[in-house]
């Protein structure tokens, strides 16, 4: 087995193509999770214009390319998934029956540690130093939209029946509803991110969008287009103005929910929930199998879902004075907050709290102008 490590620009054209066959055939070969647009190369080269350290391990065998293992690095030999924190799928692109040798392979990376959260199923080397496993909800279409909605309809029925009126009534109200599956006008994109940026200080969240590379990053995705891959931006209009919009990614058979948002005028509608099954309808329209809504507890998530992945997180190591240290650093933090999401008589009391402190970070926020005397 031979192991070539790559910064992203030298990734051969070729090389490019394989992996991107790879994934395209995943599901015909009983990977389906491989096709997740967060393990595409345009993913790892995009997350390489834009972080240091991104390489790209190539596993040939008999000169040809078997498999694909983007990650980021320091110079200590700290590891990560790329994208680690905003990527929802990770792992180790490969052939059908490709087995590996975990430290082999960092070692061959120079990585004394390479930590993941959001690990795809089948990924059995890395598997064996996972912490925690946690579901992934996903919505099938495969099947067509109307077989989702059926489904939707017997599963929960006045779920389905009220957002359906609320999307009527946001017609008679508001005005005419139309939907723009991909839609290219940036200006757009830049208000999806403006109430996504005030959703998390209102919530009391680490405001994403304040780091310089994540907003580059979703605006060079949403120029990225190519057959296999691209950046997709939906958006819900009422009388020609956005009240709802998502940026995700999509490859031929999979769409990544990644960033969704709304107007907080239009909350009563719950304009957020039509847009997805909007967007359920556009995607089965395109041939795409499955919406991947991404790990996490979210109501609307549970209304939506039809199944569940399941994705882990964890470590994995070298006998290493550097892994070491970095397992001492990290454990802890992740050992608390996964107690308190994963226990609700914990997390509803922080979900509160968090929304406190972002109320009074909001009204702190505002500047008033004195009153002349």
């Not at 089965?284 to 109501?299: H, T």
């Not at 979900?351 to 005397?373: A, F, H, N, Y």
């Amino acid at each position: 087995m031979d192991i070539g490590v790559y910064r992203p620009g030298e990734l051969s054209a070729a090389d490019r193509a394989a992996w991107t066959a790879l994934q395209s055939k995943a599901h015909l070969q009983g990977s389906p999770e491989l096709a997740n647009p967060f393990l595409s190369p345009e993913f790892a080269l995009a997350v390489g214009r834009c972080r240091r350290g991104v390489r790209i391990a190539v596993v040939r065998e008999r000169g040809d390319p078997v498999a694909f293992f983007p990650f980021q690095r320091t110079a200590a030999g700290v590891g990560r998934a790329v994208g680690l924190g905003i990527s929802d799928a990770q792992g180790l692109v490969h052939r059908p029956g490709f087995t590996w040798d975990a430290r082999e392979l960092l070692r061959a990376c120079g990585l004394a540690v390479w930590e993941f959260d959001h690990l795809v199923q089948g990924q059995g080397p890395f598997e064996a130093g996972a912490s925690g496993s946690f579901a992934s909800p996903v919505m099938d279409v495969d099947r067509g939209y109307d077989t989702y909605l059926a489904q939707l309809r017997e599963r929960s029925p006045k779920f389905a029946r009220t957002t359906l009126a609320k999307e009527r009534k946001l017609g008679r109200t508001a005005g005419e509803v139309r939907y723009v599956h991909d839609e290219r006008d940036p200006a757009v994109l830049r208000t999806l991110m403006d109430w996504k940026s005030a959703q998390y200080r209102r919530t009391g969240r680490s405001d994403r969008f304040a780091h310089a590379w994540i907003a580059g990053l979703v605006e060079q995705l949403f120029h990225t287009r190519s057959e296999p891959f691209a950046g997709v931006l939906s958006v819900l209009y009422a009388d020609g103005k956005p009240v709802a919009a998502h940026f995700g990614l999509r490859t031929e058979r999979v769409l990544a929910c990644w960033f969704p948002a709304y107007d907080p005028q239009y909350a009563k509608y719950s304009p957020g929930l039509v847009l997805h099954l909007r967007m359920a309808e556009a995607a089965a329209a395109d041939g795409v199998a499955y919406l991947d809504l991404g790990r996490g507890r979210k109501e609307y998530k549970d209304s939506l879902k039809t199944r569940e992945l399941t994705v882990s997180e964890g470590w994995v190591t070298r006998r290493h004075p550097v892994a070491v240290g970095h397992r001492v650093r990290r454990v802890p933090a992740r050992a608390l907050r996964n107690a308190v999401v994963s226990r609700p008589e914990l997390f509803e009391p922080a979900d509160r709290l968090l929304k406190k402190v972002g109320k009074i970070r909001s009204v702190s926020s505002v500047t008033v102008k004195p009153t002349k005397t």
